[in-house]
């Protein structure tokens, strides 16, 4: 048996034990885990420096707060979200007990990414444990040292039995792919999910698909431009870019561009200095394919702040692109990095139409003052999540469905979200013994006497 089949089979194993379904057991998993971000952040954001080049402070805020917050959430509301849920009768069950009992679906494989690898990876952990589940996690071997460090800490807080931690790249993920899970939980880019989403076919598993794709950034002529672009600039370069729901490029009419530009410009001078090569704040790219990658996208394209790079160091000053045209290199696909391309549109309506020509995007994003045009984009376009006048923070908001819509994704997690995608919603009726008069019209033989007609 291979080592990733000997995981599934000991996780299915004690997942058969029953012990994942007590309420106690998965409170008591979930204090361990918690217990594990209290004690190791400093390991925890080390190997995230060592990844990402973030800072401590960084790892806190953008991954392990949110993190604890969750873990104390579904502790505080566990007991509610795992009771039997009433619902709402007809006539003939009038007389019987209706309700929706959550189950766990059995055996979790997690598959997490790499650009905030602890956020996206250990998240959908804890509705597994919440929900009952066992679960395999395999963090990305792209976040080499979280990988490692996820691999060390987990079995030392959590039951290694039901939650093995799995490393390894593509083979070893394809091999855990061809085993049997109850759910697939994949977070990604949407060339691989189709490679899951085919392998969790072949045993009929379903999957949630944590994709992204090209977050567009509406910017009307009658907004605060200065507090508009300073969020976006948060939103664009923070962890140098590589942000599912980062606002990709920026559509807004020709006549604010410069003042776009401008206020974008500084606010990049204000958050991360003169030299964003040398701030603490700033971050890198992964690794040199993606550094490569995403340096070969401005081909083509008019630099008008930034382009200073460093392949040796992965790092890509934060970068903004004026007059980019639909066709050029860089709106072909996800940039997943600090170029901000901006398109000048001529008003709402073209914006909207360009948004609908392309892929469902992950989030979408609006700055303006009017409440028409918030309305507007909501009504006349779809996306993962839609966000006006400021960009990320709804991934912070639990009680909020995250995730994507058509190539951005399927499914969606987060607080109660995450353990209703993680739990079998069984309908149960309960029927007494009694009163088998009120049945006699159904059972045949089927006459008009019987129906009273
Ligand atoms: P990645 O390269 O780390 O791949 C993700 C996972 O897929 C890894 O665990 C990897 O081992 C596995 N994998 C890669 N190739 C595989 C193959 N051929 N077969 C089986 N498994 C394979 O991450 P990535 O895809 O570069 O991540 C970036 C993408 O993820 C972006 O598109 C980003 O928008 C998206 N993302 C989405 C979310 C979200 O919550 N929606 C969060 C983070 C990232």
């Not at 200095?273 to 040199?288: A, S």
Request: proline share 5%; with cysteine.
């Amino acid at each position: 048996m291979s080592q990733e089949q000997q995981a599934v089979a000991r996780a299915r194993k004690a997942f058969e034990t029953g012990r994942s379904r007590s309420l106690e057991y998965r409170i008591y998993q979930l204090r361990s885990l918690q217990q594990l971000f209290i004690e190791r952040q400093k390991e925890i954001s080390d190997a995230v420096k060592k990844d990402l080049n973030k800072s401590e402070v960084g790892t806190q805020l953008y991954e392990t707060l949110g993190l604890e917050g969750e873990i104390s959430l579904a502790i505080r509301k566990l007991k509610e979200w795992a009771a039997p849920r009433p619902v709402e009768k007809n006539l003939l069950t009038l007389s019987d007990t209706v309700y929706i009992q959550p189950e766990p679906l059995g055996v979790v494989l997690i598959i997490g990414a790499w650009n905030y690898p602890w956020a996206v990876t250990i998240q959908p952990l804890i509705g597994a444990i919440a929900a009952g589940n066992a679960a395999v996690v395999k963090p990305s071997e792209v976040s080499v040292h979280t990988a490692k460090v996820m691999e060390e800490l987990l079995p030392l807080y959590i039951d290694k039995e039901l939650y093995p931690v799995v490393n390894g790249g593509v083979k070893e993920t394809q091999e855990l792919l061809r085993q049997k899970f109850d759910h697939i939980v994949y977070t990604g880019n949407s060339t691989v999910a189709k490679v899951i989403m085919e392998a969790a076919a072949k045993h009929l598993t379903p999957v949630t698909l944590e994709l992204g794709g090209k977050s567009p950034c509406y910017i009307d002529k009658n907004c605060d431009i200065s507090v508009a672009c300073r969020r976006v600039t948060w939103g664009k370069y923070t962890n140098c870019g590589q942000t599912c729901i980062a606002p990709d490029y920026i559509l807004c009419d020709p006549s604010i561009q410069d003042r776009v530009i401008a206020e974008v410009k500084k606010s990049i001078k204000e958050f991360y200095t003169d030299n964003p090569k040398t701030c603490l704040d700033y971050g890198r790219i992964i690794n040199q394919r993606h550094f490569k990658r995403i340096m070969n996208m401005l081909e083509g394209s008019t630099i008008a702040v930034g382009g200073d790079n460093d392949e040796s160091d992965c790092y890509i000053a934060p970068t903004v692109l004026r007059d980019v045209k639909p066709e050029a290199k860089v709106m072909q696909e996800e940039i997943f990095g600090p170029l901000l391309p901006i398109l000048p549109v001529s008003g709402l309506d073209e914006a909207i139409k360009f948004i609908n020509k392309r892929e469902k995007p992950l989030a979408l994003y609006v700055f303006t003052q009017d409440d028409q045009v918030i309305k507007q984009i909501r009504d006349e376009t779809s996306s993962g999540g839609l966000l006006a006048n400021d960009c990320l923070v709804h991934f912070s908001v639990s009680s909020l469905p995250f995730g994507g819509v058509g190539n951005s994704g399927m499914g969606c997690y987060h607080g109660k979200f995450t353990f209703d995608e993680l739990s079998h919603l069984r309908g149960c009726l309960i029927k007494k013994l009694n009163m088998e008069g009120v049945n006699s019209m159904r059972y045949p033989p089927h006459t008009l006497k019987k129906l009273g007609w």
